[in-house]
């Protein structure tokens, strides 16, 4: 029995020799926080660019840059609480449809691009609203004004619909997503 235990001992003697030898490395890695500097306060500048505000109803003309100018009538504002189709479309999402008749008139010298992206509505309590929000693209309208290039002296006459909350507001046309250039309330 002594020389089992005798084998035993010089087997674990052999293996911790044998791990003595051996060194691990444990590399501990970890992500630091940011470092948030802050910048003292200063005065911020606002610019405001005037537009003219018209009544819906009524039609303006824009005179941009040289030979851009043209003229846009809106008229005053239809609403339904119902699908604008009687065979197709949705009911507006938000409470009321709100339909302008755009006649636009290229005055100037170079083509123009309209889109109806162009147009949007302020809504009191609702923001911001397109004519691709809510149900506006389902509501069962027959046509709607599309992207259109107006070569100098072409007219385009077409509806835009909104779905809003309010029957009152203020449509902004706001060429290529820039600030207001003209406004009518309703």
Not at 10 to 24: D, F, M, S, T
Not at 73 to 87: A, I, M
Not at 121 to 137: A, H, K
Not at 150 to 170: I, K, M, W, Y
Request: hydrophobic share 35%.
């Amino acid at each position: 029995m002594p020389a089992r235990l005798l084998a035993a001992a010089g087997c674990a003697l052999a293996l911790l020799a044998g791990c003595a030898r051996v060194h691990h490395r444990v590399v501990i890695t970890h992500t630091l926080p940011p470092i948030i500097e802050t910048q003292s306060p200063h005065p911020a500048r606002t610019i405001v660019h005037d537009f003219r505000t018209y009544r819906a109803g009524e039609t303006a003309t824009l005179d941009a840059q040289q030979g851009v100018s043209f003229r846009i009538g809106v008229s005053k504002p239809e609403t339904s609480r119902t699908r604008l189709s009687p065979s197709y479309g949705y009911a507006p999402q938000h409470g009321y449809y709100v339909t302008f008749h755009l006649t636009l008139v290229n005055t100037g010298s170079q083509p123009i691009e309209i889109n109806p992206r162009d147009f949007v509505l302020r809504i009191p309590g609702q923001g911001t609203v397109t004519s691709y929000d809510g149900n506006s693209p389902y509501s069962g309208a027959s046509r709607q004004l599309n992207t259109t290039e107006l070569e100098p002296g072409d007219h385009d006459s077409a509806p835009l619909t909104f779905d809003v909350r309010r029957t009152h507001g203020r449509l902004d046309f706001r060429p290529g997503g820039a600030g207001t250039a003209l406004a009518w309330t309703f």
